[in-house]
């Protein structure tokens, strides 16, 4: 208990000390298509991909878990993971010191005994895992527990609390929405705060009974006030006229993902704002969870996106490619070829 009081009050110290808008900076990522190769340096446990192993090497370290690394080939998004979040030396350092880390290829072909004992290929298990996107992070505690996963990239404050709240246990008692909730209070500014855009829809919000004929697929942008990477979403991404002309096919609505504003739910619930995001666990923003015609979530953003993966994630749904395709990487791939 105290060494996680430690790490929220550091975590808390780092905020205040360069500031709110410093401590959340996204480095630039261009994810235009280009050759990256799939990256698993030598500090990698050198797997030979039984988990049940690498877990037991965990123990035997002494370590506070197992983390698998699940990149891919041609990644802008995990290239800024290694050259930024990894390059930072307490990152890397605190890495090495809690957790082993065991790396596959999200397509790849190389069978895998998993934590049960099952055979399967490294992209069988990540359609078992539900992973749309890369770079993605599973958590293991020591008993072999899934207890945290981090999907996309994520900048270095966020991804150093992400690391904290896994080593010194936080999941055990709350959610990473709240743990970072408590260290870095959000800001209570009402929708006015947010970056509006045309496309928006105004409320009041019922999202059970859209007016659009035929019914078109929905966008919920959950946004706060005090956002940088709200900022850059807004100035950069959906400035796109690519990305402009595909959200004009789908119902767009913002809320601010901290205020009290009623929304009535594609269910027909009415929640507040806050109290949705709080039962999706949404804890980073802003994050975009799309729904399709008929109200039923289909795949959410809830990490760093630029133009080219909001392009493609719009084209999944619009093409409705998620009724052949598992996960929106295999659909992704066939699209490539």
């Given at each position: 208990m105290r060494q996680s009081l430690i790490s929220l009050v550091c975590l808390s110290l780092l905020i205040f000390l360069v500031g709110p808008t410093a401590a959340r900076e996204q480095p630039p990522i261009d994810d235009s298509p280009r050759h990256i190769g799939l990256q698993h340096p030598d500090?990698?446990?050198?797997?030979?991909?039984?988990?049940?192993?690498?877990?037991?090497?965990?123990?035997?370290?002494?370590?506070?878990?197992?983390?698998?690394?699940?990149?891919?080939?041609?990644?802008?998004?995990?290239?800024?993971?290694f050259t930024v979040n990894f390059a930072a030396a307490d990152i890397l350092a605190y890495t090495?010191?809690?957790?082993?880390?065991?790396?596959?290829?999200?397509?790849?072909?190389?069978?895998?005994t998993d934590l049960d004992g099952r055979v399967k290929t490294e992209r069988q298990y990540a359609i078992e895992k539900g992973l749309n996107f890369?770079?993605?992070?599973?958590?293991y505690?020591?008993?072999?527990?899934?207890?945290?996963?981090?999907?996309?990239?994520?900048?270095?404050?966020?991804?150093?609390?992400?690391?904290?709240f896994v080593a010194d246990g936080h999941y055990e008692n709350e959610s990473f929405r709240d743990y970072l909730a408590r260290a870095d209070p959000p800001p209570r500014f009402d929708v006015a705060?947010?970056?509006d855009q045309a496309f928006f829809q105004s409320g009041p919000h019922r999202l059970n009974q859209r007016g659009s004929d035929p019914i078109r697929?929905?966008?919920v942008?959950?946004?706060?006030?005090?956002?940088h990477a709200c900022d850059i979403l807004h100035t950069e991404p959906l400035n796109d006229p690519a990305v402009q002309q595909l959200l004009s096919q789908f119902d767009v609505v913002q809320l601010d993902m901290w205020s009290d504003e009623s929304v009535v739910l594609p269910d027909g619930r009415t929640l507040s704002a806050e109290a949705w995001a709080s039962e999706l666990g949404l804890?980073?923003?802003?994050?975009?969870?799309?729904?399709?015609?008929?109200?039923?979530?289909?795949?959410?953003?809830?990490?760093?996106?630029r133009q080219h993966r909001l392009h493609a994630v719009m084209e999944y749904l619009l093409t409705e490619g998620y009724r052949s395709h598992p996960t929106f990487q295999r659909w992704r791939a066939e699209q490539d070829g």
């Amino acid at each position: 208990m105290r060494q996680s009081l430690i790490s929220l009050v550091c975590l808390s110290l780092l905020i205040f000390l360069v500031g709110p808008t410093a401590a959340r900076e996204q480095p630039p990522i261009d994810d235009s298509p280009r050759h990256i190769g799939l990256q698993h340096p030598d500090w990698f446990e050198r797997s030979l991909l039984d988990l049940r192993e690498d877990l037991a090497n965990v123990r035997a370290q002494d370590k506070r878990g197992l983390m698998i690394y699940v990149g891919m080939d041609h990644c802008p998004y995990c290239e800024a993971l290694f050259t930024v979040n990894f390059a930072a030396a307490d990152i890397l350092a605190y890495t090495r010191e809690h957790f082993n880390v065991v790396g596959l290829d999200i397509r790849g072909s190389r069978e895998l005994t998993d934590l049960d004992g099952r055979v399967k290929t490294e992209r069988q298990y990540a359609i078992e895992k539900g992973l749309n996107f890369t770079p993605a992070l599973l958590f293991y505690d020591r008993e072999g527990e899934a207890v945290f996963r981090l999907r996309g990239y994520h900048p270095p404050y966020r991804f150093r609390a992400a690391l904290e709240f896994v080593a010194d246990g936080h999941y055990e008692n709350e959610s990473f929405r709240d743990y970072l909730a408590r260290a870095d209070p959000p800001p209570r500014f009402d929708v006015a705060g947010l970056n509006d855009q045309a496309f928006f829809q105004s409320g009041p919000h019922r999202l059970n009974q859209r007016g659009s004929d035929p019914i078109r697929p929905l966008i919920v942008f959950f946004e706060q006030g005090e956002c940088h990477a709200c900022d850059i979403l807004h100035t950069e991404p959906l400035n796109d006229p690519a990305v402009q002309q595909l959200l004009s096919q789908f119902d767009v609505v913002q809320l601010d993902m901290w205020s009290d504003e009623s929304v009535v739910l594609p269910d027909g619930r009415t929640l507040s704002a806050e109290a949705w995001a709080s039962e999706l666990g949404l804890y980073y923003a802003p994050t975009l969870v799309f729904f399709d015609a008929s109200g039923e979530e289909v795949i959410r953003i809830d990490s760093v996106v630029r133009q080219h993966r909001l392009h493609a994630v719009m084209e999944y749904l619009l093409t409705e490619g998620y009724r052949s395709h598992p996960t929106f990487q295999r659909w992704r791939a066939e699209q490539d070829g």
